[in-house]
């Protein structure tokens, strides 16, 4: 099982999640995030004072699967959210030891 | 069918009826009046003359407690919004309290002392206490005032004005001062400061008083002196002697929602048809000349501003749209009633230019922490109204100046009465001293019993739950 949590464009999160579904992923988990890269922040004026905002929104969506639809997931996250500009985000994958299904206790891939 | 028709019948038969018997009862009363003994045409016309009274008393009253009314509605929810949105979210109660607190206390205070010494008979500087707990405002009306209202509208609507002058200065000191502080601040201000101005410009016998004969008159229409220059300098005043909030300027502190303030800013606009074309005191055509000032002053100074900011930063934001607006309307403040629609864009105009400078620049350079622009707006926007006020006032507009035998004078500058140019640098040189030793006074003595700034922990903590004990957003609680 992986965990695949991935930051992306608060604008790209209706195309990632229709490219999901296309894919057959049932489920995600989505926050509203605050952060920067190497993007760096914007500035903002205010009665002509100029505020950097390095802290800019963005979307984190967290999916936990079963390694085989891995790959052809991050690639439709890729290809669903890329504008080729800085800002774009990031993938990170993780190794889950398990899962659990609250309503009836069902563990591993069965409960994903 | 015909059960329809029989009702249709009787409702008929009553409409003519109530008709007829409305038309009766004026008739009735002229017969019986024309019967008694001793009356003739004299006393008719008379009575006709009091009939005439009465109806423009009446419409003069009717406008003039809608616009007490409007003139509230400036400070809450008006003033409060605007403020309040302008400030981090954990402020945004307790500025939008110091407000509301002013419809309160000023209030009261106006009941028992404020207003007699504003506006009763009294010196050249201050009014007398014979009006103290309201005695003898009542239904007769002041004929130096105001003819043709009773002197209780004329006394609720100068509240009003009495409530929002105070309110502007909490600009300056927002998201610092305690609220305790704030109310005893205010109390006193109202007693040494605000009483004393609106006596000299607008009271019996006041120095400055225009309208009836005061040493140096001044022309201030609706408040430019009394309310503006008095709020921006005494602003400026809390702003240096609290000094900056914790982290100015090199923690960003912008505003929290500019929708707040852009609300509160459309109702400021609105208000303020209140504001200056119920100064008239009447519903005539002054009142209209007013009104029709303050608009277009606000629409040129929002494109003032708004231009001044495109060329500066590249883009016009809404909150120096907004912003603009009340400089126009605060400049257009002393010369609306006195000035035509087309000096009132070049007021506004000259107005949102030059507010945008004040605020973005002088400020910056200056180094104080006027956290909302009272001074940058108000006190800078009404000097420059004062000042303009003496140069475009027209006596086309507004014959206030007449001579011995009743010939109207010149007004303004541009009439050729260079004088009255010097008139306002008076009245405003007095209101900016009046503001600035008072204020000084009033800050030390508060500081030195009660202290004026709330405790570092709370400032960064935020007034909303230091002051008050709650908060204004509670959206991230479960549930």
Known sequence: MTKVEAIIQVSKLDAVKDALTEIGVEGMTVFEARGHGRQKGHTEFYRGREYTVDLIPKVKLEIVLADAMVEKVVQAIITSSRTGKIGDGKIFLSRIDDAIRIRNEERGDGAL | MTRLLKVFLLLAVICVLAIDAAAQTPAAGTTAGSNSPGDSQGTHIARLEQAVVDARSSGDNAWMLVCSALVLMMTGPGLALFYGGLVRKKNVLATMMQSFAMMAIITILWALVAYSLAFGSGNSFIGGLQNAFLRGVGAQPDTDYAATI????????????????????????????????MSVFMILWALVVYAPIAHMV???????????????????????????????????????????????????????????????????????????????????????????????????????????????????????AISGAVAGLVAITPAAGFVSPMSAIVIGLLAGVFCYFMVAKVKMLAGYDDSLDAFGVHGAGGTLGAILTGIFASSAVNPIFKDAQGNTLASGLLEGNAHQLLNQFVGVAIAWGLAAVGTLAILKVVDMTIGLRVSEDHEIQGLDFSQHGEEGYNWDSPA
């Not at chain 2, 002197?151 to 305790?180: N, V």
């Not at chain 2, 914790?246 to 609105?270: D, N, T």
């Not at chain 2, 029709?292 to 501003?305: N, R």
């Open chain 2, 202 to 320: 607008w009271g019996k016998g006041g120095f400055l008083n225009a309208a009836l004969g005061g040493r140096f008159p001044t022309l201030d229409f609706a408040g430019g002196t009394v309310v503006h220059v008095t709020s921006g300098v005494s602003a400026l005043v809390c702003a240096l002697y609290l000094g900056p909030r914790i982290g100015y300027p090199r923690q960003p502190m912008p505003p929290h929602s500019v929708v707040l303030s852009f609300i509160g800013a459309c109702l400021l606009w609105v208000g303020w048809f209140g504001f200056n074309a119920g100064s008239a005191l009447s519903a005539g055509s002054l009142a209209t000349s007013a009104f029709v000032a303050t608009h277009f002053g606000a629409a040129a100074a929002t494109l003032g501003w708004s231009a001044a900011e495109w060329w500066r930063n590249g883009k016009p934001s809404a909150l120096g």
């Open chain 2, 150 to 181: 009773p002197l209780q509208t004329f006394m609720i609507y100068q509240l009003m004005f009495a409530i929002i002058t105070p309110a502007l200065i909490t600009g300056a000191f927002a998201e610092r001062m305690k609220f305790s502080a």
